[in-house]
Nanobody, 122 residues
Framework: QVQLVESGGGLVQAGDSLTLSCAAS???????LGWFRQAPGKEREFVGS????????YYADSVKGRFFISRDNTKNTIYLQMNTLTSEDTALYYC????????????????WGQGTQVTVSS
């Protein structure tokens, strides 16, 4: 079992930055951890992921160069640093764990967090 708890969402202005956190617990060492998002009326989509052992990162084209994933092994936490936010980034952001790696399809996620809302006003 893997438990994931997100935090850090909120309301920001276009152009601002925001960092989300995801605290992981349980037996997550063999999983890739990642971020997904779901905007109203849209399907859940991959944002980025990081492998726990190699630290390799992968990003969706829509966020590449603006969003960055990192991890803190001492805190069992991954972070999603989001820069130059636009209204298109408004969504419920989910932390996820998957045995797959790379650009993970949502259907291959094994565990989900509860989500944290990010709203970008223009």
């Amino acid at each position: 079992q893997v438990q994931l708890v997100e935090s850090g969402g909120g309301l920001v202005q276009a152009g601002d930055s925001l960092t989300l956190s995801c605290a992981a617990s349980g037996r997550f060492g063999s999983y890739a951890l990642g971020w997904f998002r779901q905007a109203p009326g849209k399907e859940r989509e991959f944002v980025g992921s990081i492998t726990w052992t190699t630290r390799n990162t992968y990003y969706a084209d829509s966020v590449k160069g603006r969003f960055f994933i990192s991890r803190d092994n001492t805190k069992n936490t991954i972070y999603l640093q989001m820069n130059t936010l636009t209204s298109e980034d408004t969504a419920l952001y989910y932390c996820a764990a998957a045995r797959a790696w790379g650009r993970i399809p949502p259907a291959e996620v094994d565990y989900w967090g509860q989500g944290t809302q990010v709203t970008v006003s223009s």
